[in-house]
């Protein structure tokens, strides 16, 4: 029987993930040299899910995320390892395909919407504009499609509100607009990076609902990233935690939330206040992220660890699958086992 290589390779393609991170770094040019500040991320995104990132400020969410649009100047960074889009290669890819991928296959939105908008053009031409980049139509179907978005994103009489510019609209109105520019393409995989976090509760609570809406009707799998744990419960079919470059866990949010295995994320979790318990006291951890130029050698989250030993200072310490769990688990702890056995975690 003939193998036909073209079927293969698309049997393959289906079947990946829609994001496959294995052992992605990011490095930067600064005065004293390359400084790794994103160090061999492994993350995955199976097909039609939402992934949650989540770590304190300067834990490397917002590079990894540009690395896989394909957004870091090749003059000042250097990116190693893997990121396979849609079963496509990023790394290695030129300036030019880079950005044929952008909008098509990936996408992203930004915590201040209207600081990637252009003042100067109305909403409807901004995502009119994306749409005649990757597809060859006319303005007037352009514009027809830019105002379908705009009504899928649930901005009321669409038709009118297209001519309008970024300063006519509320915040939470302009992170619409931004997300209709991002799925106008309809890419297989949206990043969104703290899209909710310059935004009220209430603005927030209906962003997060139409976010849910547009990745069931556009069929788009989401790599969300925050610094709160609250919307990862609402959000995210899974988490991965960062701490300093690396994932240091990741599990599905079920399961992280009942039983985290890492000091850090338990640390995360102490910390989120109770609003019905107004008298307990606020647990935050002691000190702050370490700098890049700062990493310890070995376990990097050992100096705030309430329960570091020994064995913590050995030596790099890998991120491993827990074998005794139902679901797809790790966690980058030697003490993981230990800190279950005495009743800390779990
Ligand atoms: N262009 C750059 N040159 C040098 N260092 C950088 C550059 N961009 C980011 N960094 C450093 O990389 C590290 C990770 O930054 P990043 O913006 O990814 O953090 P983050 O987790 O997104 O934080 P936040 O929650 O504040 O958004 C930080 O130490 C930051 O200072
Ligand atoms: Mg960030």
Redesign the pocket.
Known sequence: MRINVDQLMSARTETEPVLHMKGLS?D???DNGW?R??DGIDLSIPTGSIVGVV????????????AAMGL??SS??RVSGSIRVAGRELVGLTDRELADVRGTEVSMIF?EPRRSLDPAFSVGSQIAEVVRRHDRVGRTAAWARAVAMLDAVGIDNAATRAHAYPHEFSGGMCQRVMLAIAMVCKPKLLIA??PTTALDVTVQAQMLDLMREVQQQFDVSILF?T?DLGVVAQMCDSVNV?YA?QVIESAPVRDLFLSPQHPYTQGLLDAIPDHRDRSAPLKAIPGA?P??WDWPQSCRFAPRCPHSGPECEAETIPLEEIASTESVRAVRCVRANDLVLEGITE
């Open positions: 990011v930067f040019i600064t400084m500040v994103v770590g304190e400020s300067g834990s490397g969410k917002t590079v990894t995320s540009l870091l100047p000042t960074s915590q990076d703290e990233i610094h960062m470059g992220v700098a890049p």
